[in-house]
Each structure stands twice: as structure tokens, then as C-alpha cells.
T-cell receptor, first 118, second 113 residues
Framework: ETGVTQSPTHLIKTRGQQVTLRCSSQ?????VSWYQQALGQGPQFIFQ???????GRGNFPPRFSGLQFPNYSSELNVNALELDDSALYLC?????????????????FGPGTRLTVL | QQQVKQSPQSLIVQKGGISIINCAYE??????FPWYQQFPGKGPALLIAIRPDVSEKKEGRFTISFNKSAKQFSLHIMDSQPGDSATYFC????????????FGTGTKLQVIP
């Protein structure tokens, strides 16, 4: 069983640039969630993708956008980067299914992408 | 608005001692309360989780105590080991719908020999 993988591991960008982060979900999972973790803080929910559609969004501006592909992998795109976007970006995959015990679907996290905006 | 408050921010415990981390939540609709362990350079990993219909859950050296009326829950690590040194996050999520997990601010635990 392959776990959640993310690429790249580290990324340095300058303010105003755009960035794309990638996530491959764990085998058998169909739902991907993205989180932003600032240094010394807990992860903050950005959004979730299920069946290639956004399925819930946290308090992040529209310049944070995403995609989910038919193989359930996902991308996080951030436009017009700001200094405060510097953080660890975490992807988590889980399984959601009709009739499943969706209440307690464990999310498995990847190692994250460390984004530094200069 | 922070919906899950966690304390202490940092904790130093001697090897063999008990580590206790406390959390409080505001949203009574939360019905799944996981604890995550995060090592430097790694993503959070689920350690143990509890549903609000039970008051305690134990897995090995890790125990969650849950007080629904007080809207509080805590993690106890018995016989703490240096390998337990990590950052611990309590969290909460809602039933059904999308699986947004709301995290606490984290507790950095250091277990000294």
C-alpha cells in the first residue's frame, strides 16, 4: 500500500509568483484535503476535493485553488504569492463513500511541501 | 475563530513519567476527536481518536479522556519515552459532510532521560 506523497519537498518563490503543489493520494482513497501549517501552528484547513469537485473550503481567499484528477491525485495552486503564504502545505487523503461510516474517515497526511516566499 | 484550544504549549517530562495535554472545544456539533503526532519534517500521523459516546479510550500507553459536558478532552501518555518527543495536536471534526479537521495549536513534548 502506497502512502500519501507530495511534491516538491521544498520550494522557494518570490512575492507575486504562482505555485503549484502536487499530491498523490493513498491507494483506495478518493478524497483529498489540503492544509496550511504555519511555523509553530496547527494545520489550517484550506479545502477538500471529492469526485473532482471542491467539497468544502476554509477561510482562504480565491487565489488558493485546486484540482482533483480522475486518479484522485490533486493539485493546490496559489496565485499572487504573499510573504504570509510561507508555510508547510499538507495534503491528506481519505475514503468517502455512500453508506460508509463517513463520520470517522481517518485522514492520512503526506510529509508536506515547505513553501518559502521571499 | 479558534474552535479547539490546546494547552500547554510545551511540556518537558522525565522518562517514565506521565505526559498530559488538554484540549477544549466550542462547537457541540463536533463528534470525532483525534490526536495527531508530528515529528519534525513529517506530516501529522493519527495517534488515537475518540467518539463522544465514550468517556475514555486506551491504546497501549496512550489514553484519551473525554468530558462531553465540559467540552474538554485530554491525552495521557503513560511511561513517557524519549521517542515520544514530538508535537501533539488535538483535533475535532464534524459528522458527515466534508471531513474538515480543526486542529489545536499544538504541544511540543520533550521527554528527557
Amino acid at each position: 500500500e502506497t502512502g500519501v506523497t507530495q511534491s516538491p519537498t521544498h520550494l522557494i518563490k518570490t512575492r507575486g509568483q504562482q505555485v503549484t503543489l502536487r499530491c498523490s493520494s493513498q491507494s483506495g482513497h478518493n478524497t483529498v484535503s489540503w492544509y496550511q501549517q504555519a511555523l509553530g501552528q496547527g494545520p489550517q484547513f484550506i479545502f477538500q476535493y471529492y469526485r473532482e469537485e471542491e467539497n468544502g473550503r476554509g477561510n482562504f481567499p480565491p487565489r488558493f485553488s485546486g484540482l482533483q484528477f480522475p486518479n484522485y491525485s490533486s493539485e493546490l495552486n496559489v496565485n499572487a504569492l504573499e510573504l504570509d503564504d510561507s508555510a508547510l502545505y499538507l495534503c491528506a487523503s481519505s475514503y468517502s463513500g455512500r453508506g460508509s461510516i463517513a463520520l470517522y474517515n481517518e485522514q492520512f497526511f503526506g510529509p508536506g511541501t515547505r513553501l518559502t516566499v521571499l | 475563530q479558534q474552535q479547539v484550544k490546546q494547552s500547554p504549549q510545551s511540556l518537558i517530562v522525565q522518562k517514565g513519567g506521565i505526559s498530559i495535554i488538554n484540549c477544549a472545544y466550542e462547537n457541540t456539533a463536533f463528534d470525532y476527536f483525534p490526536w495527531y503526532q508530528q515529528f519534525p519534517g513529517k506530516g501529522p500521523a493519527l495517534l488515537i481518536a475518540i467518539r463522544p459516546d465514550v468517556s475514555e479510550k486506551k491504546e497501549g500507553r496512550f489514553t484519551i479522556s473525554f468530558n462531553k459536558s465540559a467540552k474538554q478532552f485530554s491525552l495521557h501518555i503513560m511511561d513517557s519515552q524519549p521517542g515520544d518527543s514530538a508535537t501533539y495536536f488535538c483535533a475535532a471534526s464534524l459528522a458527515g459532510g466534508y471531513q474538515k479537521v480543526t486542529f489545536g495549536t499544538g504541544t511540543k513534548l520533550q521527554v528527557i532521560p
